[in-house]
């Protein structure tokens, strides 16, 4: 799960994980996630860097904190997760796959093409 060679932070990669389990399905809306020092333990990292990355989740309202009890999985957080991954991470390698076929000088069918078998592959699969 974390890639300790990865030039992206460590929280970021904790906080893109909990999304993740979240979009899969294994946190539903009011489920408790991980406490910083389940974390901490369970990738032997500092438990400030993994309240960093769940301190994220909270701001974003992914996440919410009852006092005392941890943080939980809001009623929206599968939605804000949706949203901010089309809206930012999706759309950027978008930009750059068109910025690549340009470069390539592959016209718009051929990529639109190229996408739509890899598609197809992922379903089959």
């Known amino acids: 799960m974390l890639n300790t060679d990865s030039t992206k932070p460590i929280y970021l990669q904790i906080a893109e994980w909990i999304e993740s389990e979240i979009l899969i399905g294994n946190f539903q809306e009011d489920d ?5 020092y389940q974390l ?17 989740l909270v701001d974003e ?13 809001s009623s929206t957080g599968k939605e804000i997760i949706i949203n901010k991954r089309k809206n930012f991470t999706l759309k950027g390698l978008v930009r750059e796959l068109v910025i690549e076929a340009k470069q390539l000088q592959l016209s718009e069918k051929e990529l639109m093409m190229m996408i739509k078998e890899l598609y197809e592959e992922e379903d089959k699969q």
């Open 40 to 56: 901490a333990e369970m990738y032997t990292i500092n438990p400030a860097t993994a309240a960093k990355g769940l301190n994220l």
């Open 61 to 73: 309202k992914i996440l919410y904190k009852k006092r005392g009890l941890g943080l939980f999985v």
């Open 32 to 36: 408790k996630v991980y406490s910083q």
